[in-house]
């Protein structure tokens, strides 16, 4: 078994448990302002071309910091790269007290956050740098996924952590499924361009539009993810 992926114990002290509640404490705050601006960008949102309230199932988060578009497109975007930020942040921070494969998790999830950041640093308007930025968010999320599956798996000892587990596998298929469907021309899924790039998508969209279900359903499921890791480190 490789040495970089054997079950090695992690730092003891209270130093550790310092870096670590610190770690915590950035991520409770990142994700609190993230999910507080969103909401609130959302809460606000109002469209033109589409009069309806606005709905995880049909727009996407790029949507709510579209200047032009979104009324409240300065809190979302702000509340994505704060919140972002703080996330990756914390991650790093955590990252200090693991040794081990899931030093590489942690740097991973560090990378996906800060891609998020990136994403409102870099709103829709700036769509190149935007859609490169989403794109990444993803890559790097479905990488971290794949990293902790690898650690789990190849680890001398039990898995613990069943809740970390199974929301990851959640992930992973929402993050997989948002890169891979475009690619797959189905005939029920009339897109053919990668998802990230659905962003000035126009009305009217169906009722369950994929680019926008899959984003947010990959966003929740990292969430909830880096928190169930944040509560348990396995």
């Known amino acids: 078994m490789p040495e970089s992926f054997t079950d090695t114990p992690r730092g003891s002290g209270s130093k550790c448990h310092k870096i670590f509640r610190l770690a915590r404490q950035m991520f409770a705050v990142g994700g609190l302002v993230l999910c ?50 703080l996330l990756s942040l914390g991650c790093l921070q955590g990252m200090r007290t693991q040794t ?21 640093l870099f709103p829709s308007n700036v769509y190149h740098l935007h859609t490169l930025a989403l794109k990444w968010f993803f890559i790097l999320g479905l990488a971290a ?10 680890r001398q000892a039990p898995v613990r952590g069943l809740w970390s587990l199974g929301i990851c596998l959640l ?31 126009p009305y009217p969209r169906p009722t369950l539009w994929w ?23 396995d």
Not at 103 to 119: E, F, I, K, N
Not at 184 to 201: A, D, G, K, N, Q
């Open 171 to 201: 992930a992973l298929l929402a993050n997989s499924a948002f890169l891979l469907l475009p690619s797959l021309t189905l005939e029920s899924l009339p897109i053919s361009r990668p998802f990230y790039e659905e962003v000035y998508s």
């Open 100 to 120: 081990g494969g899931s030093v590489l998790v942690w740097l991973l999830l560090a990378l996906t956050w800060l891609s998020l950041a990136m994403t409102g």
């Open 36 to 85: 507080a601006c969103l909401l609130g960008g959302a809460l606000g949102f109002s469209s033109a071309d589409n009069p309806r309230m606005f709905s995880p199932f049909n727009h996407n988060l790029s949507e709510l910091g579209t200047y032009g578009l979104s009324p409240l497109a300065v809190l979302a975007n702000g509340g994505v790269f704060f919140g972002g930020l």
């Open 145 to 154: 996924c794949l990293g902790y599956c690898l650690y789990l798996a190849l």
């Open 211 to 233: 680019p926008a279900t899959l984003q947010w359903l990959s966003l929740l499921t990292m969430l909830l993810w880096q928190a169930e890791l944040f509560r348990r480190p």
